[in-house]
């Protein structure tokens, strides 16, 4: 069974930067997507950002040109670079992966706190 293992989350002060990382292992899939969403309490989950097997990236219009989300395709790993972070997005933050047969994945989230 395929997981996703997130890590990076954490505290961080208003305009400060993480960098979260998303690994999948146990499975053997052929990755489309891999991306991040977020949730924020009492709020749905959204679009962070996506990044597909070709290299084309996709964000949420709240994050661009702030966040970069990147892939090593040598690893299957994922990472969300997110700079000048407000307070508003303190969230946990999922890792999601969708193989070419359109099956969805997630990981169990990490939680990014920004501290105003």
């Known amino acids: 069974q395929l997981q996703l293992a997130e890590s990076g989350g954490g505290l961080v002060q208003a305009w400060g930067s993480l960098r979260l990382p998303c690994a999948p292992s146990g499975g053997i899939v052929s990755i489309s997507y891999m991306g991040w969403y977020r949730q924020a309490p009492g709020k749905q989950r959204e679009l962070v950002a996506l990044?597909?097997?070709?290299?084309?990236?996709r964000y949420a219009d709240s994050v661009k040109d702030r966040f970069t989300i990147s892939r090593d395709s040598a690893k299957s790993t994922v990472y969300l670079q997110m700079n000048s972070l407000k307070s508003e997005e303190t969230a946990v933050y999922y890792c999601s992966l969708q193989d070419v047969r359109i099956r969805l994945y997630w990981g169990r989230g990490t939680q990014v706190t920004v501290s105003s």
């Open positions: 990044v597909s097997t070709g290299g084309g990236a």
